[in-house]
């Protein structure tokens, strides 16, 4: 009667009536299924993610080369993949980035990712597809008004100090 209930035990032990497996079949329990190996593409990028990347072009590991930057669009089948809010920047396909905040029901959330791929994320085709050229229009608009800003402070001065006459400047 021993054995029998040594055998009974062992089973119990052995299923915990858990049924999720791995992908691969192993039977490694809540460790290997928490661990997945970076091929495994079970986190999405949706527009209005904010991703946070190292520049392409920096050394590996610089601070200053760290940046965060707004999905605007996903293309999984485009040149680029990502169109991001920083426009001058294009990450290749095998580029390493985080999803540091991700868009939820319209809410901006906190999110605790970690680098990968953007191959490796879930992509679907979603968002802005002219999202460059509104990117494009609202930096134009802004340096406009930062010059015409500038324009009206140096007017303002030259007024005041009544030497310089506004004609020359038209």
């Not at 190292?54 to 050394?59: C, F, G, H, I, Q």
């Amino acid at each position: 009667a021993a054995p029998e209930k040594e055998d009974e035990q062992a089973e119990n032990d052995s299923d915990n009536g858990d049924d999720d497996d791995d992908d691969d079949g192993s039977d490694g329990g809540r460790r290997s299924r928490l661990c997945k190996s970076d091929d495994v593409k079970s986190e999405p990028l949706r527009p209005g993610d904010v991703i946070e990347y190292y520049k392409p072009t920096a050394t590996a590991g610089d601070p200053d080369a760290l940046c965060q930057a707004e999905v605007k669009f996903v293309n999984p089948k485009g040149n680029p993949i990502l169109i991001t809010s920083d426009i001058f920047t294009i990450l290749p396909s095998d580029h390493q980035v985080k999803r540091v905040k991700r868009m939820s029901r319209g809410k901006l959330l906190d999110h605790n990712g970690r680098f990968r791929a953007i191959n490796n994320y879930v992509l679907k085709k979603e968002g802005n597809p002219n999202a460059i050229k509104e990117i494009m229009a609202e930096t134009t608009a802004r340096t406009k008004a930062t010059i015409q800003r500038a324009k009206d402070e140096l007017e303002a001065k030259m007024d005041d100090g009544g030497f310089f006459p506004r004609d020359l400047i038209r």
